[in-house]
């Protein structure tokens, strides 16, 4: 029975209240220690040392509080709008794309077609204490939707519409489940686009979540700067709108840039207004080789310092070409050296300037080929090894193993040092990685193939991500420049951020949510939460 295997997997989310001692400064000092300590052990996840300091721990539902919860949605929604179903809870629990799965899974899956439907199972699980998690395409990558609390995963499938385009005003009004590519084609024919690129499959709800990026960033910006306002439903079924839809407002809190990146930690985003752009009218791409990573990064900074506004700037080394080259998935061979992939945009004139520019720059700094074209065929097939560099790195996966995608940023003057002390780790450690980046915004991935069913390996990776999260800390960098927090780097946030910044996020998030109901165990944990099991 469907059910009876969604609650066989449940573990007791009920947490006694906790001893005065607790107070919430000596339960972050703790959270600290912690922390420390998940370095030194290689675990991402520190729940299971804060498990001991319940100081006004979160008491969610029992079991038969839960099942009540769900007969008050199926009499509320209809029976077809909640799913207690085995594949749709494992579905929405577990994420082959994610550095960490948990043994946890939702309790139910909700499928609410409008605001009011999520206002109205907002109000039941705040009614019966039950953690609600948001989920829109379900690639996000550090366990960002993972219920590792159970409750009710509301899943937005049912709400991928356009509300509104406004042309003139360039921006539209849609829903949380449209994706950026299916939106784009679909207001092709307005000449305008939404800039923001990252997974294929991504949704906006979901873009919101993690204020990802992607690509075009470096021209564009990221979802932050893409957002002109929300409707968001709060944990105790409230909705309101953070802001009026002018481009600018010196109107009160941002709330937008709140919620924007809360990986629903704040509360469940149902409406968004999008800033639009200009499809160019003259695209261009470049493909230019280097001897070095660090020829590679040193060119992209001297460009950027020329002001010329580049339409994309990404970095792959040379592992990640050879890589390509290995899956086959391009009409071409590669050059397996460090190499640059260009996007330029905008007129004629301007992007004929524009590679000039670059082809001059990259040359002082030893490039060693130059390719571009304008034609739109040949654009695909210079741009195709940057675009499959994931799905190639994928196809090398035997057996058990499994690709980790992590990400870092760093001012971008220390991109080079970080991409070349991370690689050289890597190779001591003995695993098998290649590192690409958004070079513009000095932001680099590295991709990381390992065996999942062996804990040496995974022990291994763990401390390559440690090691390499430290890099960009000590460089001024951050643990995270798209990929979000969710559980997998909630250690890395606090060494990053330190105690009184998190202190002042769980006040926010305690003000919005005092039963910290909305997507718990996520960004950081609040004091007194039961420990999460990974898988
Ligand atoms: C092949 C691949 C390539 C990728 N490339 C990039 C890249 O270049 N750049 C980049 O930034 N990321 C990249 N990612 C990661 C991923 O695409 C982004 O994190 C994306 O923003 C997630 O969107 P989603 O719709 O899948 O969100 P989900 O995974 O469904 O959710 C993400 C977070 O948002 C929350 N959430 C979902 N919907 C809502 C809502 N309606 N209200 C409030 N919170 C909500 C969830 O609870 C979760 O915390 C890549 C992933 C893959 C698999």
Not at 58 to 84: C, F, H
Request: glycine letters at 8%; aromatic letters at 6%.
């Amino acid at each position: 029975m469907p059910q009876s295997h969604a609650w066989s997997r449940s573990t007791s989310t009920t947490a006694t209240k906790s001893p005065s001692f607790w107070t919430t400064g000596r339960a972050l000092m703790l959270t600290a220690f912690a922390s420390s300590l998940t370095y030194v052990v290689g675990i991402s996840d520190m729940g299971s040392f804060l498990n001991n300091a319940a100081a006004e721990a979160p008491a969610y539902a029992k079991k038969p509080q839960m099942e009540n919860a769900v007969s008050e949605l199926r009499s509320l929604l209809g029976e077809d709008a909640i799913s207690t179903e085995d594949d749709d809870l494992q579905r929405h629990g577990y994420s082959e794309w994610s550095s960490v799965n948990i043994e946890q899974l939702p309790i139910a899956i909700a499928y609410p077609q409008r605001t009011e439907d999520v206002s109205q199972i907002a109000k039941v699980c705040s009614k019966y204490k039950i953690p609600m998690v948001p989920f829109s395409g379900g690639t996000s990558l550090e366990a960002n939707f993972s219920a590792p609390y159970g409750g009710v995963c509301i899943d937005f499938a049912m709400m991928g519409n356009i509300l509104a385009v406004h042309e003139d005003d360039m921006d539209c009004v849609v829903q949380p489940s449209i994706g950026w590519m299916d939106l784009n084609e679909q207001i092709k024919n307005t000449g305008l686009f939404f800039p923001v690129d990252p997974g294929p499959t991504a949704m906006i709800g979901g873009m919101v979540g993690t204020s990802c990026s992607g690509t075009n960033a470096v021209r564009y910006g990221t979802m932050k700067d893409n957002v002109v306002n929300l409707t968001v439903v709060l944990a105790d079924g409230r909705i309101i709108k953070t802001r009026k839809r002018p481009r600018k407002s010196a109107a009160g809190y941002n709330l937008t840039g709140l919620f924007v990146g809360s990986e629903g930690t704040l509360g469940i985003v149902t409406e968004i207004t999008l800033k639009l752009s200009v499809i160019p009218a003259e695209t261009s791409v470049a493909v230019v080789t280097f001897p070095t990573i660090r020829d590679a990064a040193s060119a992209a900074i001297k460009i950027l310092r020329t002001g010329i506004q580049i339409g994309a700037m990404e970095i792959m080394d040379e592992v990640q070409m050879e890589v390509v080259n290995r899956s086959g998935f391009t009409k071409r061979v590669w050059q397996e050296v460090p190499t640059m992939f260009f996007k330029f945009s905008g007129t004629k004139g301007q992007v004929k300037e524009h590679i000039g520019m670059v082809k001059e720059i990259s040359k002082d700094n030893r490039s060693k080929s130059f390719e571009f074209t304008s034609d739109a065929e040949e654009q695909k097939n210079l741009w195709s090894a940057r675009k499959e560099s994931l799905w190639s790195m994928l196809a090398l996966r035997k057996g058990d193993e499994q690709v980790w995608s992590t990400d870092v940023a760093v001012p971008i003057s220390r991109l080079p040092d970080i991409i070349e002390i991370s690689k050289k780790e890597m190779d001591d450690l003995g695993v098998f990685t290649s590192a690409l980046g958004h070079v513009g915004d000095g932001n680099f991935h590295e991709a990381i193939i390992y065996d999942a069913k062996n804990p040496e390996e995974r022990k291994k990776v763990e401390e390559c991500n440690i090691r390499l999260v430290e890099r960009a800390l000590e460089m001024e960098g951050t643990c995270t420049g798209e990929h979000g927090i969710g559980i997998g780097k909630k250690a890395s946030l606090i060494k990053e951020l330190g105690l009184e910044t998190i202190g002042v996020m769980q006040s926010i998030k305690r003000a919005l949510d005092p039963n910290c109901l909305m997507n718990p165990g996520k960004i950081f944990d609040m004091p007194g939460m039961a420990p999460i099991k990974t898988l």
